[in-house]
């Protein structure tokens, strides 16, 4: 536990040292109602705040959220004032919980991974609906108009799934992944228990454009009064190893504090049904890649039939001199390709969505660009489409000028026979796999990189699940 006695970390706008006084009761109460709230909040720095939220962290028209979040301490302003005691208690379990759930060291971990198409309002927008839906079924009471799940979905997914189905299966970044590339469901912005997908909703038939899901996701949140309260930048100075251990920590404090509110019944602990957006040990499929490829462009030394080992040779000259028979051929070695390719099939009917596209190019190039490596692109579908040798730097800019189907039949037969003919180091294809795969191309590694975890394995070629 850390020392009430230290300063603590900076935050953001003028704090004051020591525990915090305005949330001292409704810590005490919080404690005394959730063992599992009671175990957490032990593990937060509480601290006062002379103003709200951080102005960087809002927008024009932004509400400012009376508590907020750097990730390790919970800021508690002037308007945390206002609320009674049992709104104040549901608003200090929603700020325990963005520090549980490490919600501001996922947002930096994402933006690393999408670069400048990452939005850290949208992922607020999202973490905020998926804590606020969680602590609405614990029984707690939080300030209305409120940001809950259901209304999210439907307005910008389209999406009406009971509470409990859509906690278990949506996390923050799943879910801002989501909104990033929907077309918007329902224009109402109710409820959502009854609400079917919008019509175009997955086609885009009523001529709305991808992404606007996330405005719709941003007037659904504007229109419950959502305030930004998570600031990923005051803590970003201890980098990727320290999250992760951070990471490891909080998710045994998770689970300790889970199991303790299950055997006591009430609270947290006592909801019937899996959270999905707790803090996942899962690799980045990013460094799956990385690691997969770069095993594959290994200059390894490869039989050179054409030439004779040095041992053959000086076993041949004796056992000629001896009158001995003459031992076995045995190929000498040479280094592999003098420029190793890399050849990716990306399937043009596949359900991968633009992010996770353009996240995948990007990892793709710089494994090109770090092995020096001729990057050769192939859009397919039944048959390959488009092919092209590209510079690593203009592997997504060529890729956005090719069309794309996004439907239709598939065939690998085609993509493995040009594949084979580059006698490339690896072939990565990019697909849903909803295609009979062709025979193992003698020493061509494959690497098939999938949206989601195929119903059946491939019989040869590494999987790499893009949903993790």
């Known amino acids: 536990m850390r020392d009430e006695s230290s300063p603590g970390p900076a935050g953001p706008g003028p704090s004051r040292r020591g525990h915090s006084r305005r949330a001292t009761r409704a810590l005490q109460k919080l404690a005394e109602a959730d063992p599992a709230f009671a175990a957490l909040s032990l593990w937060v720095d509480h601290r006062d705040a002379d103003t709200g939220a951080p102005e960087e962290t809002r927008l024009d028209g932004d509400a400012e959220a009376p508590a907020w979040t750097d990730g390790r301490t919970v800021f508690y302003g002037p308007g945390f004032e206002a609320h009674d ?70 307005r910008a997914l389209g999406e009406s799934t009971p509470t409990a189905a859509a906690l278990a299966k949506w996390d923050a970044e799943a879910l801002t992944l989501a909104l990033m590339q929907a077309r918007g469901g329902s224009r109402t912005g109710g409820k959502g228990e009854g609400d079917a997908p919008a019509e175009g909703g997955e086609g885009g038939e009523d001529g709305r454009e991808r992404g606007a899901g996330a405005d719709e996701a941003r007037a659904q949140a504007a229109q419950a009064a959502f305030a930004p309260d998570i600031d990923p930048s005051a803590t970003a100075g201890g980098g990727a190893a320290e999250d992760a251990e951070d990471d490891a920590e909080w998710r045994q404090r998770l689970s300790r504090a889970l199991e303790e509110g299950r055997l006591a019944g009430r609270g947290l602990g006592a909801l019937g049904f899996r959270i999905a957006d707790l803090p996942r040990s899962d690799v980045p499929w990013e460094r799956h890649l990385r690691a997969l490829a770069a095993r594959a462009l290994q200059d390894e030394p490869r039989a050179a039939w054409a030439r004779p080992s040095r041992r053959w040779t000086g076993m041949e000259a004796e056992a000629r001199a001896a009158r001995r028979p003459v031992p076995v051929y045995e190929p000498g070695r040479t280094r592999g390709r003098p420029i190793p390719r890399v050849v990716v099939g990306i399937d043009a009917s596949s359900s991968v969505d633009d992010a996770r596209l353009s996240m ?9 660009r770090r092995a020096a490596a001729e990057l050769h692109l192939m859009v397919f579908d039944d048959e390959v489409r488009s092919v092209a040798k590209v510079p690593p ?24 026979a040009r594949a084979a003919a580059l006698d490339p180091a690896v072939l990565i294809v990019l ?3 909803d295609a009979p795969v062709p025979r193992k191309v003698r020493d061509l590694p494959v690497i098939w990189a999938v949206p989601a975890p195929p119903a059946r394995r491939p019989p040869h070629g590494r999987v790499l699940d893009l949903s993790i």
């Open 431 to 433: 697909t849903d796999l």
């Open 393 to 416: 730097g203009g592997a997504e800019s060529w890729l956005r000028r090719q069309p794309l189907a996004r439907g239709g039949g598939t065939s690998f037969d085609d993509l493995f």
């Open 85 to 154: 005691l049992d709104l104040q208690v549901g608003l200090a379990a929603h700020q325990i919980l963005h520090v549980a759930l490490r919600h501001p060291a996922r947002d930096r971990a994402l933006a690393l991974r999408l670069g400048p198409k990452h939005d850290s309002r949208l992922f607020n927008v999202a973490a905020d609906a998926l804590v606020n839906e969680t602590l609405i079924q614990a029984g707690y009471v939080l300030p209305r108009p409120c940001l809950t799940l259901a209304p999210l979905l439907s």
């Open 360 to 368: 995948f190019m990007g990892q793709v190039a710089g494994i090109a």
